[in-house]
Nanobody, 115 residues
Framework: QVQLVESGGGLVQVGESLRLSCAASTRLAAMGWYRQAPGKQRELVARIISTGATNYAASVKGRFTISKDNAKNTVYLQMSSLKPEDTAVYYC????????????WGQGTQVTVSS
């Protein structure tokens, strides 16, 4: 069983930055971030695979950067120029591929962007 531990969520103001981290209990070829706002479905934010290839949702492209430290089995999401519509619970995901989610999910971390 893969364990995922997320950290880094919080309350920020519009335009500020925040970095999320997700540490996995084992090395995985693909990891990613999803988010779910109240009353909405969970949606892709970004994914990354072992080659370094990435896949971003259009709504975050150019503002968010996903990266991976293979030595630490950790994936990061650097979020910049945050907007109120970025407010959501962010979930780490592991396994899968560059374009599809895997079976493993973190517990979620709240990101709130206040105007």
């Amino acid at each position: 069983q893969v364990q995922l531990v997320e950290s880094g969520g919080g309350l920020v103001q519009v335009g500020e930055s925040l970095r999320l981290s997700c540490a996995a209990s084992t090395r995985l070829a693909a990891m990613g971030w999803y988010r779910q706002a109240p009353g909405k479905q969970r949606e892709l934010v970004a994914r990354i695979i072992s080659t370094g290839a990435t896949n971003y949702a259009a709504s975050v492209k150019g503002r968010f950067t996903i990266s991976k430290d293979n030595a630490k089995n950790t994936v990061y999401l650097q979020m910049s120029s945050l907007k109120p519509e970025d407010t959501a619970v962010y979930y780490c995901n592991a396994a899968g591929s560059l374009y599809s989610a895997g079976n493993y999910w973190g517990q979620g971390t709240q990101v709130t962007v206040s105007s």
